[in-house]
């Protein structure tokens, strides 16, 4: 990696502890207005501070946050399909010129491995690649699981090993059982998606399980913005990540955010 290069990944990885916390708030590229994110700016302002990242559109990141923040932005850059129709028709949706006139810090493309579009989505990796690396940008490939593929290790191994193989600088996948395969059969650092919204409990444990068995970090999104304490919750996820707490006391921190927001609202 040139300087740029490690400069941008340094402020998505945090060199101090190796560690990530990225905000994921890219959903209504082909979710639309997905609950927790239907007004972007008021769920995203209050979690930037507790945030080592944000993962984002260019249109939310125009719209939606302020120019003078000082919170890393790893921009989504495929996109061009919606809920209504194959997932895995995806394009790159962003020129590097304006990638780079957003200052971004990396940038992030979803492969489907498995999947219709397949071959599409994994050249539109390369091709990323090669533009990030001429710029000093890294990509952050994150492996989108189609409905009817399962998300066992030997399936996200697959496709973390692919990402890796096309020069991904950072993988994006999610939690499983014999995690650890997917870690040590990756050659890039992994980070793991929150998923669907669960009990805080629950997704503390996977955040936890996560770091535990071989992950740099969380890109977590619904768990933390569905919370009914989105700045709970992302504390508790930070200290599992950053501070080595254990699920309990992050969740007390969690809960402790929660109290002090109820009583605030009370009194
Ligand atoms: C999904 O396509 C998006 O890239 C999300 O950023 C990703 O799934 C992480 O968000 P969540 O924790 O809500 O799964």
């Known amino acids: 990696m040139d300087w740029g290069m490690k400069n941008r990944f340094a402020r998505v990885v945090k060199p101090e502890d190796g560690r990530a916390v990225m905000l994921a708030v890219d ?10 994110l239907e007004e972007p700016r008021k769920t995203i302002e209050p979690l930037l501070p507790y ?3 944000i993962m984002l559109t260019r249109g939310v990141l125009r719209t939606s946050v302020d120019p003078n923040s000082h919170t890393p932005v790893v921009l989504r850059v495929s996109g061009g399909t919606s809920i209504l129709k194959e997932l895995s028709n995806e394009d ?17 493309l979803s492969i ?12 539109s990796l390369a091709k990323l690649v090669d533009e990030g ?4 940008i890294p990509v952050l490939a994150v492996t989108a699981v189609g409905k009817e593929m399962a998300r066992d290790a030997r399936y996200l191994s697959l496709s973390c090993r692919i990402a890796a193989e096309l020069g991904a600088h950072l993988v994006k996948t999610y939690y499983c059982e014999g995690f650890e ?16 919204k669960t009990p805080e409990l629950e997704a503390l444990q996977l955040a936890f399980n996560a770091v535990r068995t071989g992950a ?9 913005f569905q919370s009914d304490s989105p700045v709970g919750m992302i504390r ?6 950053h501070e080595k707490a254990s699920v309990d006391e992050a969740y007390k921190i969690y809960e402790s955010a929660k109290g002090g927001k109820a009583r605030r609202a009370a009194g």
């Open 236 to 241: 508790g996820v930070r200290a599992i990540v």
């Open 133 to 136: 690396e001429k710029c000093g």
């Open 27 to 36: 959903h209504g590229y082909f979710l639309g207005p997905t609950s927790g």
């Open 51 to 53: 945030a080592d990242s």
């Open 92 to 108: 790159i949706t962003v020129s590097i010129e304006d990638a780079v006139r957003l200052n971004v810090s990396a940038m992030a």
């Open 181 to 196: 395969e997917v870690v040590e059969s990756c050659p890039i650092p992994v980070i793991i998606a929150g998923g669907k």
């Open 112 to 123: 489907f491995v498995g999947s219709e579009f397949e071959k599409q989505t994994l050249v």
């Open 216 to 224: 740099v970090g969380v890109d977590m999104g619904r768990n933390i």
